[in-house]
């Protein structure tokens, strides 16, 4: 959607570096997910934020870290520490309710490699 | 937590053909099933979704349907077309747990022209 930004498209790492991919969001949303995608397999969630300031674990969470201090924008930092990065990931938004069964709407991606 | 199941993995059709992909969940909480759409190196787009208290949902030639008994639930493409070539993700949402979408592997569509 035009509404969620990722960047950059492409992004390369050095051993024992950390890296941040960017995502922001114009669409309002209040909720903000990070997913990785490896080849040919589904969508896992790393992080989520339901709200400004305060975030949850996903099922992958390990050698990534987050940050959501304003509504629109949520980064993702790859760390030294996650020694496969090499992926596709994808941010994604959505309203929030109760229910957690808002629809989500992805930006185009970044894919990391190593260097 | 949630787990979803998706089969299957490939699905070869020929042109004008359906195509059905099913998918199973294992909280009988969950009450959201979106589906994706994900052509190669592009983001996954919403084509149709349901929540729990619809059995079925239609979109032109896309249907979604949904056995809350059985906990599981399928799309259907009818009459099928080489752009709907593409892999194709379902998921599912609980109000309870994280409440946040639990994706299946995807199901890899070729539409034979």
């Known amino acids: 959607d035009g509404g969620i930004t990722q960047s950059p498209k492409y992004l390369f790492r050095k051993e024992g570096q950390n890296v941040t991919l960017s995502c922001e969001q114009n669409?309002?949303?209040?909720?903000m997910y990070w997913y990785r995608q490896d080849p040919g397999q589904g969508l896992r969630l790393i992080y989520y934020?339901?709200?400004?300031?305060?975030?949850q674990k996903g099922d992958i969470a390990e050698g990534y870290s987050v940050s959501r201090e304003k509504k629109e924008s949520f980064p993702l930092t790859v760390t030294s520490a996650q020694k496969n990065p090499t992926a596709f990931y994808l941010c994604?938004?959505?309203?929030?309710?109760?229910?957690?069964?808002?629809?989500?709407?992805f930006g185009d991606g970044t894919r990391l490699s190593i260097l | 937590g949630e787990n979803v199941e998706q089969h299957p993995s490939t699905l070869s059709v020929q042109e004008g053909d359906s195509a059905v992909i099913k998918c199973t969940y294992s909280?009988?909480?969950?009450?959201?099933f979106p589906w994706y759409k994900q052509e190669l190196g592009k983001r996954p787009q919403l084509i149709i979704d349901?929540?729990?208290?619809?059995g079925e949902k239609k979109d032109q030639r896309i249907a979604v349907t949904l056995n809350k008994t059985a906990k599981h639930f399928s799309l259907h493409i009818t009459e099928t077309q080489p752009e709907d070539s593409a892999v194709y993700f379902c998921?599912?949402?609980?109000?309870?747990?994280?409440?946040?979408?639990?994706f299946g592997s995807g199901t890899r569509l070729q539409v034979q022209p």
């Open positions: 669409l309002n949303h209040d909720a």
């Open positions: 349901i929540r729990s208290n619809v």
């Open positions: 934020s339901q709200i400004v300031n305060d975030f």
């Open positions: 994604a938004s959505s309203l929030w309710d109760r229910g957690g069964n808002q629809p989500q709407h």
């Open positions: 998921a599912a949402s609980s109000p309870t747990g994280r409440r946040a979408l639990t």
């Open positions: 909280d009988s909480a969950s009450n959201y």
